[in-house]
């Protein structure tokens, strides 16, 4: 069956980078784009971008375009999503999804405080 | 960007009502339109993509219909589990848009 397993919550300091995961299986990981989403606490859904593991072509939110990196590793079928200059804006939860959305990650709580 | 205006942002309604939310596009999005249901705590769970195409597994109550700039879902009899909140989702164009959200509760 199809799972994307998320890394674990992150706790960062302001102006700090973090860069968390999204492991895919039960499909094969370059037949499809991953997608990452935003939530901040009590508030709505942002989409940040995508990208395409065979090519490694992203598209990005132009919101989140200076602030994100996405990468795809596909020897461990693995997107990567990076986020820099971290601050308090950042804290939410960050989620990956499958092409269409069809499948979601856990989530991956990120907490920006000194 | 495409703007999606979901309505309402909140509402109450009775177990076995029909309900109806609805999301409007500010442009043709040619049924490019998923919803999903949120539950506090949980990832986003998809029911309805390509404006009304059923996800397996999710139960019949729920439906969607639309088209252009117009599209809603439906939920036909309304139970407990149902409570939590909808989105719905562009993806004509990049970037993808999300509706600001439905909270729905149980009267």
């Known amino acids: 069956q199809v799972q994307l397993q998320q890394s674990a919550a992150e706790l960062a300091r302001p102006g700090a980078s973090v860069k968390m995961s999204c492991k895919a299986s039960?499909?094969?990981?370059?037949?499809?784009?991953m997608h990452w989403v935003k939530q901040r606490p009590g508030q709505g859904l942002e989409w940040i971008g995508y990208i395409n593991p065979s090519s490694g072509y992203t598209e990005y939110n132009q919101k989140f375009k200076d602030k994100t990196t996405l990468t795809a590793d596909k020897s461990s079928s693995t997107a990567y999503m990076q986020l820099s200059s971290l601050t308090s804006e950042d804290s939410a939860v960050y989620y990956c999804?499958?092409?269409?959305?069809?499948?979601w990650g856990q989530g991956t709580t990120l907490t920006v405080s000194s | 960007d495409i703007k999606m205006t979901q309505s309402p942002s909140s509402m109450y309604a009775s177990l076995g009502e029909r309900v109806t939310i609805t999301c409007k596009a500010s442009q043709d999005i040619n049924s490019y339109l998923s919803w999903f249901q949120q539950k506090p705590g949980k990832s986003p769970k998809t029911l309805i993509y390509?404006?009304?195409r059923l996800v397996d597994g999710v139960p019949s109550r729920f439906s969607g219909s639309g088209s252009g700039q117009d599209y809603s879902l439906t939920i036909s009899s309304l139970e407990y589990e149902d409570m939590g909140i909808y989105y719905c989702?562009?993806?004509?164009?990049?970037?993808?848009?999300f509706g600001g959200g439905t909270k729905l509760e149980i009267k």
């Open positions: 390509r404006a009304n």
């Open positions: 039960g499909y094969t990981f370059t037949s499809y784009t």
């Open positions: 999804a499958r092409d269409h959305f069809d499948y």
């Open positions: 989702l562009q993806y004509d164009e990049f970037p993808r848009t």
